[in-house]
């Protein structure tokens, strides 16, 4: 009976070091950067791991084009992908591959 008790402490300490990792890891990724361009690289953006937009470049020579929203959409929601992509990689090596539902 007592044993079931010290595996619970056993998790429930490991539950709290992956929160405090966890925690630890979401200030690594806000100084992170992921950039991302359009197909003809008139347009990149940069976005942090927490999701926000840094920057977005627009070459001038793009600047009077029709579909220039369609570029900036594109490299934006790239660049968001890859900060996404990492985030969750990172979420997985510190949750030891377990999949916790609602973590990210």
Do not use: C, H, W, Y
């Amino acid at each position: 009976m007592f044993g079931n008790l010290g595996e619970l402490a056993n998790i429930m300490k490991k539950a709290k070091d992956i929160q405090k990792n966890m925690a630890a890891l979401k200030e690594e990724m806000a100084k992170t950067e992921f950039s991302a361009a359009s197909a003809d690289k008139e347009v990149v953006a940069v976005v942090s791991g927490d999701f926000r937009v840094k920057s977005i470049v627009i070459d001038p020579a793009a600047a009077g084009k029709e579909n220039i929203s369609a570029l900036v959409t594109f490299a934006v929601n790239a660049a968001l992908d890859a900060a996404k992509s990492a985030m969750q990689s990172k979420m997985q090596e510190l949750s030891g591959g377990l999949n916790i539902p609602g973590l990210f």
